[in-house]
């Protein structure tokens, strides 16, 4: 399981669970030395790129990327252990690939859905299409009420909490013959484990599902007023959370390397941080399990970017495409894509 929270007591060991949590990073709640990677380190871990096309190569290359920064107290890295993914530790772990059975994926409403205080769901299938280069669907809501869900009240912000493993279990039952995984999207407060304050969002490496919440990224959740650019700050949150956690389905661990979407998140401003984009490394790796053009992918996610007015990322994915194609042929690309 990954988790993407903040934990606020000592972990406690139960004998018998470590099966289930497998996957999950050693957790702790003291600090942690963590020294980010050298620029070799880096450079190995975006693994072999002999016999790769050129475009793919290049797009690969780490020049262009920044690396992860020494964490401020507070962040992930520093009261989370992690070591790191290679490519090839990827490769060697046996990550789910879509396949010609299973190659969709399906967004969940999960609990009440005031439509008036969320992304449009259609939204978001459009970005995930456009980020996995896979066809995306939304399922009918699931309700919450009358399923064997455990609750809390939270006793910071006094509002309800809804046990992540318990939807987990639900969805997992709920998970269609065709799916490659299912993400549910919720507007209640999550909580992996008592030990835990909360989490955005939480999925599973092998089972193929998970869940994030909306409440945290909303400014009415701390009880500050929503500005006019209330839905847009909800939706570039929303599309960030969405991409890391589905990433976790296929495989991808959290990344140590370079400033990357797959970054762990400890709180609010460190996901904010966080980049929409891919590093080498776990561009490497889903590459790797889906195949996609990789100037195409970016195209489409510039047409995306630009449609939802996220500047910053438009303008970083045209860079992306000008610099793999070529200046010349860039602008031409770009248009062709924008037909499809």
């Not at 009261?79 to 994926?105: C, D, L, M, W």
């Not at 919720?186 to 998970?210: C, H, I, K």
Request: charged share 25%; hydrophobic share 35%.
């Amino acid at each position: 399981m990954f988790v993407t929270g903040f934990r606020f007591q000592k972990p406690r060991v139960t004998l018998g669970i470590l099966p289930t949590l497998l996957f999950l990073p050693l957790l702790t709640s003291e600090a942690v030395d963590f020294k980010p990677p050298t620029a070799q380190e880096r450079l190995a871990a975006v693994g072999p790129t002999e016999g790769l096309d050129e475009t793919l190569r290049k797009a690969l290359q780490v020049d262009d990327f920044k690396p992860v920064p020494v964490p401020k107290p507070g962040d992930w890295l520093a009261a989370h252990r992690e070591t790191g993914q290679t490519f090839e530790q990827f490769v060697r772990s046996k990550p789910n690939r879509p396949h010609k059975q299973r190659n969709i994926i399906y967004l969940q409403p999960l609990g009440e859905f005031p439509q008036l205080n969320i992304p449009l769901l259609e939204t978001l299938k459009h970005y995930a299409s456009a980020y996995f280069g896979m066809p995306v669907k939304e399922r009918p809501p699931l309700p919450i009420h009358g399923r064997a869900v455990t609750t809390r009240t939270n006793q910071f912000t006094g509002n309800r909490q809804v046990l992540t493993g318990d939807v987990l279990s639900i969805l997992r039952k709920n998970l269609p013959r065709d799916a490659f995984c299912l993400m549910a999207i919720t507007m209640e407060d999550l909580y992996p484990d008592p030990s835990w304050n909360f989490v955005f969002g939480q999925a599973s490496l092998r089972d193929r599902v998970g869940v994030y919440s909306f409440a945290r990224y909303d400014p009415a959740f701390y009880g500050q007023k929503r500005d006019q650019d209330y839905e847009k700050i909800l939706l570039w949150r929303s599309c960030k959370v969405l991409v890391h956690e589905i990433g976790h389905m296929f495989g991808l661990m959290h990344c140590i390397y370079f400033k990357c979407a797959m970054n762990g998140s400890n709180h609010l401003g460190e996901s904010d941080a966080r980049p929409m984009h891919l590093c080498p490394v776990c561009l490497h790796k889903l590459h790797h399990s889906i195949g996609f053009d990789v100037v195409g992918r970016y195209c489409k996610l510039y047409h995306f970017y630009g449609k939802t007015g996220f500047e910053k990322e438009a303008k970083w994915t045209a860079q992306r495409v000008e610099r793999l194609a070529g200046p010349a042929a860039a602008k031409a690309i770009i248009e062709q894509q924008k037909e499809k």
